[in-house]
Every structure is written in structure tokens, then in C-alpha cells.
């Protein structure tokens, strides 16, 4: 079955780190371009990092440069979030998407396949 599958969601402290990561099962996440997005309560969905199929990264969100890393691991076919000086407005739903081209883009109609999402949430 083809799937991504999100872990490594959860709570954390103001200031805290958290890494959530992206596994493709039945097909290949190298050379294709997954991002990741966020929902927060009440909120609609949006980009927040885009890594491209030449390891190109993007970001769609201000608020996360210098905070927030994207990463890959082909041989485990998995993408990371690094999430770092995590704030109380980054709480979200995170979700990963691919893209089957290599080329990032903030169109969420673009990416083909979604994880289920996990919660993040940062409060004290």
C-alpha cells in the first residue's frame, strides 16, 4: 500500500526541540519533492518547508527560518522536520506530502500523496 507515515509528533515546552519525520512505504521519496505543511485550530492549511528532489529547500513561512530544518534519509526513505525554539503559535497538525516531480511548490493540489498528520503543540 502506498503511504506516508508521520511520527515523532507531541508536546513540548516553549523554547523546545521536536523532530517528526516522514516515511514512504510502496514507493520511493528520493528525487521527488515533499514538503510539509501545518494546520493550527481555526486556521487553514500552509506550507512551511519543501525539500526538492535535488535537495533544494524551500521555505513558506517566515516565522520558521532559522528555526525549523528540513532533511532526507534515502536509504530509510524518510524525510525529517527538525523543529527547534519551538513557539506556542507553531501548535499544528503536521502534515508531509509528496510531490511527484522533483520541483518544490506551495500548491497543495500539486502533491499527490498525504500522511495522516501528526499534533505538535507547544505550550507550557
Known amino acids: 500500500q502506498e503511504q506516508l507515515v508521520e511520527s515523532g509528533g507531541g508536546h513540548v515546552q516553549p523554547g523546545g526541540s521536536l523532530s517528526v519525520s516522514c516515511a514512504g512505504s510502496?514507493?520511493?521519496?528520493?528525487?521527488?519533492?515533499i514538503g510539509w505543511f501545518r494546520q493550527a485550530p481555526g486556521k487553514e492549511r500552509e506550507g512551511v518547508l519543501c525539500?526538492?528532489?535535488?535537495?533544494?529547500?524551500?521555505a513558506y513561512t517566515d516565522s520558521v527560518e532559522g528555526r525549523f530544518t528540513i532533511s532526507r534519509d534515502n536509504a530509510k526513505n524518510t524525510v525529517y522536520l527538525q523543529m527547534n525554539s519551538l513557539k506556542p503559535e507553531d501548535t499544528a497538525v503536521y502534515y508531509c506530502?509528496?510531490?511527484?516531480?522533483?520541483?518544490?511548490?506551495?500548491?497543495?493540489?500539486?502533491?499527490?500523496?498525504w500522511g495522516q498528520g501528526t499534533q505538535v503543540t507547544v505550550s507550557s
Open positions: 506530502a509528496r510531490r511527484r516531480l522533483m520541483a518544490c511548490s506551495a500548491n497543495e493540489d500539486l502533491y499527490d500523496y
Open positions: 510502496g514507493f520511493t521519496l528520493a528525487s521527488r519533492a
Open positions: 525539500i526538492s528532489g535535488t535537495n533544494r529547500i524551500t
